[in-house]
């Protein structure tokens, strides 16, 4: 339980959210960009956008916020906590049928699968699904082999709903326990109890079926679900690949041995794995819309007790099968602990995660931020993602800069702000896009633009020819480099700003000019945010000059400053900060001064007012009241 806590809890923050994980928010009423909403608007949300899923996680998610809080990171907890909550129930389930070293060894085969870690860190259903498959099948086994009362009759009442409710693929499984149950079980009162029970859910379920099978024949009908489902030899390799990190081999033979033990135990727990993967298979080869292990992950359950029964068997023949644990414990700690897990057949490439919370983190810090301005976030997507499997993300992550998306797909149904700050662009890199492609889209984007954000993920990379193209169009537009507030592995980000020759104010010596662009405090009036643009002459000597920006009390006495290097190109511009924590709200004076770095001498500055000196003046400051 630990270590599987541990696994879970070290991924919570690792990566932003994506782009089901988006919705998973969304349906919920991530508050306070879509939401807060009840839940029946929530019901309402996941019938308004056809969602392929019951509802049941979405509701949860929202009761669990309103307590929790909405971060990515308290919603992920719960995903935390349903699936540590699934590998204690069935280690329960395992103790009930073949003792404590059957449950301990269930426990162990769910709690180390490194699919199923994964899924601890995911906003989405599947944690829940795989909990309630779990007490779906431990309340059965309890009412079925143990003595009935109504205290858990009620309990697997409400988790067979809740299970109707989680997912469409727990109706496979469903169908396969009452199977079990009519043609396996003996018939007396505590058949005719459960029965009843059973049916009971199932008219509950009632309502919901039409939404059920409208989800189905929209899913059988994607050209894209078609092209990537797999057939029935890949999809069973799929899940006993994915369920046992890729030791197959040693699944078989825990299988082997739990065979061989109770006659009861092998019938339920093999009966219902090649039912309902029967059932699975036959839907899948008429309607081929099954491409990914976690739609099967109700499986996970019926294969860590076959892990379980089979580890006890073999302990029951004395023939230690601690060492086939330690193969399989060392297995999935080779893909936990570097988080990984085993790619899956077909698995979409453009389905990555981009660090859309670091791009926030960036144009937090260094964004102006004020309404009507011109700034423009462009991210050059990976090829070969599309728009839309990002668009939704930059609205939660920059919704705080009341940012206004350019290519939002009609059908997420997002109203833009009324006072945008920040517009977004996004740049999809496919196989037929040319350099000449990439130039029109970027000449549309810049037109009216005055600092673009320039932004992609050196890990995962655009086309070849979208980075120099769009940096071929800024040039032609002369808008200059101006500072890169992120260089990281997965996160490279530019600053671009026009720089007009009416802005540099500021002569020194006989060839450098220096002006404000722009200057702005930052959103916490903790430092004054700059724009400086040069105009150096060629004759002027590289690595030799650097400048000091000052801001003047109405002394015209310096109280905050800070010093840098004067660029080396001809036309350049530096994007840099002053602190101004402590200061006095009032007017200053923002002033300049150039020197030689290595002796201290000055140059002689002029002001657009032809006023000369050392320190001329470049702008006007006003540090409001807190």
């Known amino acids: 339980m630990l270590a599987c806590s541990w696994a879970g809890i070290r991924s919570l923050t690792i990566d932003s959210i994506w782009y089901d994980e988006w919705y998973s928010l969304y349906y919920a009423g991530a508050a306070p960009y879509y939401g807060p909403i009840s839940v029946v608007q929530t019901v309402e949300r996941t019938l308004q956008y056809n969602e392929y899923n019951p509802p049941s996680y979405y509701v949860l998610l929202n009761l669990w916020a309103q307590a929790a809080g909405w971060a990515p990171f308290a919603g992920r907890a719960l995903s935390l906590l349903l699936g540590i909550l699934a590998v204690a129930a069935l280690y329960r389930l395992g103790c009930l049928m073949a003792g404590r070293t059957a449950g301990l060894g269930a426990a162990v085969g769910l709690g180390t699968s490194a699919f199923f870690i994964q899924q601890l860190h995911e906003l989405r259903m599947y944690t829940l699904f795989t909990l309630m498959v779990t007490l779906t099948l431990l309340t059965y086994w309890q009412l079925v082999y143990r003595k009935p009362n109504w205290r858990g009759g009620i309990f697997f009442a409400l988790s067979l709903t809740c299970l109707l409710y989680t997912h469409y693929m727990a109706l496979p499984l469903i169908i396969a326990l009452g199977l079990y149950h009519l043609l396996f079980v003996p018939k007396s009162r505590q058949w005719v109890f459960v029965a009843l029970l059973a049916v009971g859910c199932g008219l509950l379920y009632l309502p919901w079926l039409s939404v059920a099978l409208k989800a189905l024949s929209t899913v059988s009908g994607e050209g894209a679900r078609n092209f990537f489902a797999n057939d029935a030899a890949a999809l069973v390799n799929n899940v006993l690949t994915q369920f046992s990190n890729g030791g197959v081999p040693l699944l078989a033979i825990f299988g082997w041995y739990a065979l061989r033990g109770s006659r009861r135990n092998s019938i339920f727990i093999f009966g219902l794995l090649m039912i309902t993967l029967g059932l699975v298979i036959t839907l899948n080869e008429r309607l081929h819309f099954i491409s990914i292990a976690r739609y ?331």
């Open 296 to 626: 099967l992950i109700a499986l996970w359950p019926l294969l860590a007790l076959i892990v379980g029964l089979g580890i006890a068997q073999m302990q029951h023949l004395k023939l230690r099968p601690l060492l086939l644990v330690a193969i399989w414990l060392i297995a999935s700690a080779g893909l936990v602990v570097p988080r990984q897990s085993i790619a899956e057949p077909k698995d979409p490439d453009w389905q990555v995660t981009l660090p859309w919370d670091k791009v926030v983190k960036v144009l937090n810090k260094n964004f102006f931020g004020r309404p009507n301005d011109t700034d423009t976030l462009v991210y050059l997507l990976p090829r070969p993602t599309p728009y839309w499997f990002h668009a939704p993300l930059v609205d939660y992550y920059l919704h705080p800069l009341d940012v206004q998306v350019d290519n939002m797909p009609a059908w997420l149904q997002l109203a833009p702000p009324n006072a945008p700050r920040l517009q977004a662009h996004l740049v999809e890199s496919q196989e037929t896009s040319s350099p000449e492609f990439f130039e029109q889209e970027a000449q549309q984007v810049l037109a009216n633009s005055q600092r673009i954000w320039l932004a992609y993920n050196p890990t995962d990379l655009p086309s070849p020819f979208a980075r120099p193209s769009w940096q071929h169009v800024l040039a032609q537009q002369g808008m200059i480099e101006c500072g890169t507030p992120a260089q990281e592995s997965t996160l490279q980000m530019s600053l671009y700003v026009r720089v007009p020759e009416q802005r540099l104010t500021a002569r020194f010596g006989d060839g450098i000019q220096v002006g404000v662009v722009d200057v702005a405090l930052s959103p916490q009036n903790q430092s004054l945010l700059l724009i400086i643009g040069w105009a150096i002459a060629a004759d002027v000597p590289a690595n030799t000059y650097s400048i000091g920006l000052y801001i003047d009390d109405a002394q015209g006495n310096p109280v905050a400053q800070t010093d840098f290097g004067i660029p080396n190109q001809q036309r350049a511009c530096t994007s840099t900060a002053i602190s101004v924590a402590g200061l006095a709200s009032g007017s200053y004076t923002l002033s300049s001064a150039v020197y030689n770095w290595q002796t201290g001498e000055r140059l002689i500055g002029q002001s657009m007012d032809m006023i000369v000196g050392e320190r001329p003046q470049l702008a006007e400051v006003t540090i409001p009241a807190p």
